[in-house]
């Protein structure tokens, strides 16, 4: 008998250098935006307000903190030497693309965190998580160390948890985390369908205008690892990556026995529907699929349909689409939400959240959190200081105004102040999740 389980979220705190850096080449929003000024404490505060309106909800909700930014260790191992100050200054005057990839506060985008198998899908009855290398941009591939520290923070019981190493960080094992993931079955606690997607193969030659961030051969590596059950590897539209998908949850997502996407978002999608069938244990997957007709892959991109986060909710029947309101604000993705809610079918309600900060990099609700599928026991071993309740929100939500600048340039990243801001910002949010005195690096100098 399978044991009890809820798909918990485990969302990104955004970071004090919250900025429009333009980094990502293919993730049009980021480009778009490029040198505006953000603010970090809205964004900030607006990642909080969406983690209370999931736990209110009453999904578990848990927080992952930022990393340190600026990166000056990854400074000083490009040479520069000196003050924390002066590394900061040097590499701002004489490698400027590099010192904006070591301010850059990506890591708040969760989804991009790991790789998820349940216990109810792993070989060994654990929960195991690969962090994402992300060698495609230079800015992700510094994050992967970081992260496994934060979730062994997050899921210390190694009884419970497997928290593996990332996979070596080349090209021909480029991984992009659970954005290219979608987990489909019949009930959270049961086997279920691990669906990774991949944009290339390892020794592929690529022309397309965007890159293609997922090789088969990392997805292949971590089913193996994580020794998950009823993996189903599908191929990426050439269409969709050219059109600005840079990952799968841009156009794709999906819960339960659902799997909610655009016409364009697989090579095959036919014969994807055909693997997942047959794969499927004890239940028939239901896909509700949205042509271009109804909304072009522009709209889709641009209003974040997709990148919406599709939950159960306890005592509910029908699935819940949680939406950025840029989905609201665009008449032909609203039409769609809407027609999804009249119908039928398994998705009953359509929510709101403003996530605009994010979004205007790129990033929209589901970007922000890495979804655990875990039991009531799995719940009960995790850090309890990192879960979310009305105390911790309004602690953090406190910490954020306090700490965090309401206008932040791509200029201002250089200024040393910002610095000291954000590792004494950084210091204090250890204390508040239980992070002990050595989580950062700057805290082990």
Same mark, same amino acid.
């Given at each position: $008998?399978?044991? &009890?389980?809820?798909?918990?979220?485990?969302?990104?705190?955004?970071?004090?250098?919250?900025?429009?850096?333009?980094?990502?080449?293919?993730?049009?929003?980021?480009?778009? +935006?490029?040198?505006?000024?953000?603010?970090?404490?809205?964004?900030?505060?607006?990642?909080?307000?969406?983690?209370?309106?999931?736990?209110?909800?009453?999904?578990?909700?848990?927080?992952?903190?930022?990393?340190?930014?600026?990166?000056?260790?990854?400074?000083?191992?490009?040479? *520069? =030497?000196?003050?924390?100050?002066?590394?900061? !200054?040097?590499?701002?005057?004489?490698?400027?693309? *590099?010192?904006?990839?070591? %301010?850059?506060?990506?890591?708040?985008?969760?989804?991009?965190?790991? =790789?998820?198998?349940?216990?109810?899908?792993?070989?060994?009855?654990?929960?195991?998580?690969?962090?994402?290398?992300?060698?495609?941009?230079?800015?992700?591939?510094?994050?992967?160390?970081?992260?496994?520290?934060?979730?062994?923070?997050?899921?210390?019981?190694?009884?419970?948890?497997?928290?593996?190493?990332?996979?070596?960080?080349?090209?021909?094992?480029?991984?992009?985390?659970?954005? +290219?993931?979608?987990?489909?079955?019949?009930?959270?606690?049961?086997?279920?369908?691990?669906?990774?997607?991949?944009?290339?193969?390892?020794?592929?030659?690529?022309?397309?205008?965007?890159?293609?961030?997922?090789?088969?051969?990392?997805?292949?590596?971590?089913?193996?690892?994580?020794?998950?059950?009823?993996?189903?590897?599908?191929?990426?539209?050439?269409?969709?990556?050219?059109?600005? =998908?840079?990952?799968?949850?841009?156009? %794709?997502?999906?819960?339960?026995?659902?799997? *909610?996407? &655009?016409?364009?978002?697989?090579?095959? =999608?036919?014969?994807?529907?055909?693997?997942?069938?047959?794969?499927?244990?004890?239940?028939?997957?239901? *896909?509700?699929?949205?042509?271009?007709?109804?909304?072009?892959?522009?709209?889709?991109?641009?209003?974040?349909?997709?990148?919406?986060?599709?939950?159960?909710?306890?005592?509910?029947?029908?699935?819940?689409?949680? %939406?950025?309101?840029?989905?609201?604000?665009?008449?032909?993705?609203?039409?769609?939400?809407?027609?999804?809610?009249?119908?039928?079918?398994?998705?009953?309600?359509?929510?709101?959240?403003?996530?605009?900060?994010?979004?205007?990099?790129?990033?929209?609700?589901? %970007?922000?959190?890495?979804?655990?599928?875990?039991? !009531?026991?799995?719940?009960?071993?995790?850090?309890?200081? $990192?879960? $979310?309740?009305?105390?911790? &929100?309004?602690?953090?939500?406190?910490?954020?105004?306090?700490?965090?600048?309401?206008?932040?340039?791509?200029?201002?990243?250089?200024?040393?102040?910002?610095?000291?801001?954000?590792?004494?910002?950084?210091? !204090?949010?250890?204390?508040?999740?239980?992070?002990? +005195?050595?989580?950062?690096?700057?805290?082990?100098?």
């Amino acid at each position: $008998m399978n044991a &009890h389980a809820l798909e918990a979220n485990a969302d990104g705190l955004i970071g004090p250098t919250h900025s429009y850096a333009g980094l990502s080449p293919g993730n049009l929003a980021s480009s778009l +935006n490029k040198g505006e000024a953000s603010n970090p404490r809205a964004a900030v505060l607006q990642g909080l307000d969406k983690m209370k309106r999931l736990a209110d909800l009453g999904l578990p909700q848990y927080v992952l903190p930022p990393h340190e930014r600026p990166n000056i260790a990854f400074l000083r191992s490009l040479g *520069f =030497t000196g003050s924390d100050a002066r590394v900061l !200054e040097q590499a701002w005057k004489d490698a400027p693309s *590099f010192a904006a990839a070591a %301010c850059s506060a990506s890591p708040m985008w969760a989804a991009n965190a790991a =790789t998820v198998t349940p216990s109810a899908d792993s070989a060994d009855g654990r929960v195991h998580f690969t962090p994402a290398n992300l060698v495609t941009n230079l800015h992700r591939s510094l994050e992967h160390r970081q992260t496994k520290r934060a979730l062994n923070a997050l899921f210390p019981d190694r009884d419970r948890f497997a928290v593996h190493d990332a996979l070596p960080s080349v090209a021909h094992l480029a991984d992009e985390g659970a954005a +290219n993931h979608v987990r489909l079955c019949a009930d959270h606690g049961q086997p279920g369908v691990n669906l990774l997607v991949w944009g290339r193969e390892a020794y592929e030659p690529w022309s397309g205008p965007y890159p293609a961030r997922q090789t088969r051969e990392a997805s292949e590596a971590i089913a193996r690892r994580h020794g998950a059950s009823g993996p189903v590897l599908a191929r990426q539209s050439r269409a969709a990556i050219a059109g600005g =998908t840079f990952h799968n949850d841009v156009v %794709c997502v999906g819960a339960l026995d659902t799997l *909610f996407h &655009h016409d364009l978002v697989f090579e095959d =999608t036919a014969g994807t529907h055909a693997a997942i069938r047959a794969a499927a244990m004890g239940f028939d997957p239901i *896909f509700v699929e949205v042509s271009s007709a109804d909304l072009p892959l522009a709209d889709a991109i641009s209003s974040y349909l997709f990148n919406s986060m599709l939950v159960s909710l306890p005592g509910e029947d029908r699935l819940t689409l949680i %939406c950025p309101t840029e989905t609201r604000d665009n008449p032909r993705s609203h039409a769609v939400a809407q027609g999804l809610v009249a119908s039928n079918g398994p998705i009953g309600r359509v929510e709101y959240v403003d996530v605009r900060q994010s979004m205007r990099n790129g990033g929209g609700p589901a %970007c922000l959190r890495l979804r655990v599928v875990l039991t !009531e026991a799995e719940q009960a071993a995790t850090n309890p200081a $990192m879960r $979310m309740t009305d105390a911790l &929100h309004a602690r953090l939500s406190q910490w954020g105004s306090t700490h965090y600048r309401d206008t932040l340039t791509p200029a201002d990243l250089a200024d040393p102040a910002l610095l000291d801001e954000s590792r004494q910002a950084l210091d !204090e949010l250890t204390g508040i999740l239980d992070l002990g +005195n050595d989580f950062y690096p700057f805290q082990r100098i």
